[in-house]
């Protein structure tokens, strides 16, 4: 599911990503006083953040996919942090499926999960850090 980031609750953010059973929150976003935009202009896409709630602490990366057709800027950014993100979803995804393949772009069922989930039409994802690590303790 792609959420708006207009309107969605961002207390939530932390226990959606522990619900998710990869560990990710898409958004599509208006860009107009952002707080995704505002946190990627603080912070590398590579670069680990912590959320926090009342209860848990998750560390995420949060990514600035950009796949709105109106995005403009650094197209190798934006293929770097494309590549970074699927490459952490595929490492999930295989280990939840037990599917290992040799490369994400090389499965046609990684596609095509990328696609139902919405990941092709989103503009950024807060993604857990690897499955040993997600909830933080820092």
Not at 54 to 70: E, F, L, M, T
Not at 80 to 93: A, G, S
Not at 110 to 130: A, H, N, P, Q, R
């Amino acid at each position: 599911m792609v959420y708006n980031s207009s309107e969605y609750e961002f207390s939530n953010i932390v226990s959606n990503i522990l619900d998710e059973p990869l560990g990710y929150v898409l958004f599509s976003d208006d860009f107009d006083n952002s707080l995704l935009l505002k946190l990627e202009s603080e912070t590398k896409y590579d670069e680990r953040q912590v959320l926090a709630d009342d209860k848990n602490k998750v560390c995420v990366y949060i990514v600035p996919v950009r796949y709105s057709a109106n995005q403009k800027g650094d197209m190798n950014h934006r293929v770097d942090c494309r590549n970074f993100v699927i490459d952490l979803i595929y490492e999930k995804w295989c280990e939840s499926t037990g599917k290992p393949q040799k490369s994400p772009y090389t499965s046609k069922t990684f596609m095509t999960y990328l696609e139902d989930v919405g990941f092709l039409c989103c503009d950024f994802i807060v993604i857990s850090t690897k499955s040993e690590q997600t909830v933080c303790s820092e």
